[in-house]
């Protein structure tokens, strides 16, 4: 089975920075495109940005410039920069890893992580 393990939310002022991680785990061959969504109380789960396993990356309007995703592929982990932060960032982040090969299976697979609280206060 595979784990996606977030890290790196919390409480912080307008303007601070924060930096998630994501770690995925279990017999993992490779994965297709690792992403950040997010979901605010009272609001559908939209896509952040996400990046591809070539290093191709794809953002939401609201965060160009200020944020930037990378990944390591050789540790199957995400990272999500984020700058500048805003009151409407405010929401639960959740990792996502689509395309997932494990060992043994015949398809790929998608998984989400728990999701890690990121408030951003004024």
């Known amino acids: 089975q595979v784990q996606l393990v ?3 939310g919390g409480l912080v002022q307008v303007g601070e920075s924060l930096r998630l991680s994501c770690a995925a785990s279990g017999s993992i061959m490779s994965i297709n495109t690792m992403g950040w969504y997010r979901q605010a109380p009272g609001k559908q789960r939209e896509l952040v ?3 591809g396993s070539g290093g191709s990356t794809n953002y939401a309007d609201s965060v160009k410039g200020r944020f930037t995703i990378s990944r390591d592929n050789a540790k199957n982990t995400v990272y999500l920069q984020m700058n ?11 990792c996502n890893a689509a395309g997932v090969w494990v060992r043994g299976s015949p398809r790929r697979s998608d998984y989400w992580g728990q999701g890690t609280q990121v408030t951003v206060s004024s």
């Open 6 to 8: 977030e890290s790196g």
């Open 49 to 51: 940005a996400n990046i």
């Open 84 to 94: 500048s932060l805003k009151p409407e960032d405010t929401a639960v982040y959740y």
